[in-house]
């Protein structure tokens, strides 16, 4: 009888076993790297669309459309009396010259109706500038002179395009079509730069209304809240990460500024109108209120950044500081902080370009107000440009369509400015170790 021996099949080697699934796994890599590549993709698509549409709707409101007459600076309709002064010319009847000069142009339209249209196509400010000239000019008086005047803001989206072709167009725009064409076979029609976008405060007609207004409100409020935060915040880093003691209440205070990082913006505008304005009597819509409570708002932000710009700091550089005698005070300000300040002016930069951008917070302590006079010091009604953006988005002219977008494309100008001074910051100074 012959002995039969079983064997056991030999165990699978571990190299066997590594490149049986090294096929899977290469295509498991090569799956998460589409993937990430297709996010990419897909957030790069959202916002090239989100940009082309602000801009889009925006670049047109940096031109206006303006409209030649010849303006006879009649001194009977200027200065009825003859005295010659500048508070009588001031006091003239300015809006008869514009009137009389397109009412002129356009013999035929005889009907009321047709008239009060024709005066509409000329912007409301055109009395304005034909004062300010006289004022600037006394000689004008007696004179004919042609003189370019905005349009009003309906005929300006007419003349862009922005209000459909003709057989869109009411019969109020299909005239004021007619007459913008003959206009234009005249060349009494001219785009230019709309410069009272620029130097213009807030106003109730399109035309007139302006972002310099918001852009000095924003800049009052950020000038209070770097000058506030700025030092508190960095102050605050270094005691917290080079001197205070390691205990519960340090804890305490470190859990509690990350927490204070994380709370939505609107509960700083609730503190700031509960504390400044209604137990302090601060001014209500000021910027030294705003200032304040975007102070509030990025000091975690500041002092987080600050924290970690010191922990980057080897250790070694301590130590070698103190070995050669320096005190701890010494160390601190001559060796460590010198290396972490790219990365705190880093933070700090990043946290007043979230608070240029917000405006939850200030909408609860009445900066939403309509505000025509542009502000001159912290404590005159102000508004800032993300207001004004909100504003201007909630108005039923059409023409406010192209200047929200416009005050957008400037926000997003000096948020862009503000990262990357924050970017070539970093880049500049920053030590690798």
Aim: hydrophobic share 50%.
């Amino acid at each position: 009888m012959s002995n039969f021996s079983t064997q056991k099949p030999a165990a699978p080697r571990s190299h066997d076993i590594v490149m049986a699934g090294l096929g899977k796994r290469r295509n498991a890599e090569l799956r998460f790297r589409a993937y990430g590549l297709g996010a990419i993709v897909i957030a790069l698509v959202f916002l090239v669309l989100l940009f082309t549409s602000i801009v889009s709707k925006g670049y047109s409101a940096f031109l206006y459309t303006n409209v030649a007459l010849d303006i006879h600076f009649d001194a009977q309709a200027i200065d009825p009396e003859g005295l010659g002064t500048p508070d009588a010319q001031a006091n003239g009847d300015y809006d008869i010259l514009w009137k009389t000069a397109i009412y002129g142009l356009f013999p035929e339209v005889t009907e009321r109706q047709k008239k009060r249209a024709l005066a509409g196509f000329i912007g409301s400010s055109a009395g304005q500038r034909l004062r300010a000239m006289v004022k600037s000019d006394p000689k004008l008086v007696g004179t004919t002179q042609r003189v370019w005047l905005p349009v009003d803001d309906a005929i300006d989206m007419l003349a862009k395009g922005n209000l459909g072709d003709a057989a869109e167009l009411s019969d109020r725009n299909k005239d004021s079509l007619v007459w913008l064409t003959t206009l234009q076979e005249q060349n009494r029609i001219r785009k230019a730069i709309n410069r009272e976008f620029f130097t213009n405060g807030d106003s109730r007609e399109p035309e007139a209304a302006g972002i310099w207004g918001a852009v000095s409100g924003s800049a009052f409020t950020l000038l209070v809240t770097i000058g506030l935060s700025l030092p508190v915040g960095i102050a605050a880093a270094i005691y917290l990460e080079e001197f205070s003691p390691r205990n519960k209440w340090t804890d305490f205070i470190e859990v509690n500024i990350n927490n204070l990082a994380a709370v939505p913006s609107i509960v700083y505008g609730l503190l700031g109108l509960a504390v400044f304005i209604n137990t302090f009597g601060l001014p209500r819509s000021s910027p030294l209120v705003g200032g304040l409570v975007l102070t509030l708002m990025t000091l975690p932000v500041i002092i987080i950044a600050g924290r970690s710009a010191l922990k980057s700091v080897p250790p070694s550089v301590r130590e070698a500081a103190l070995g050669i005698g320096a005190s701890p005070v010494q160390m601190v300000f001559d060796h460590v902080l010198p290396l972490a300040m790219p990365g705190m002016l880093t933070g700090a930069i990043i946290g007043t370009a979230r608070a240029l951008g917000e405006s939850a917070p200030l909408l609860m302590i009445g900066m939403v107000a309509f505000i025509v006079d542009v502000p001159t010091s912290l404590t005159s009604p102000a508004t800032v440009l993300p207001v004004q953006i909100y504003l201007w988005a909630d108005s039923p002219e059409r023409a406010f369509v192209e200047r929200t977008s416009a005050a957008i494309m400037v926000l997003l100008v000096f948020l862009i400015v503000m990262n990357g001074c924050a970017v070539y910051l970093r880049k500049r100074y920053e030590r690798r170790w």
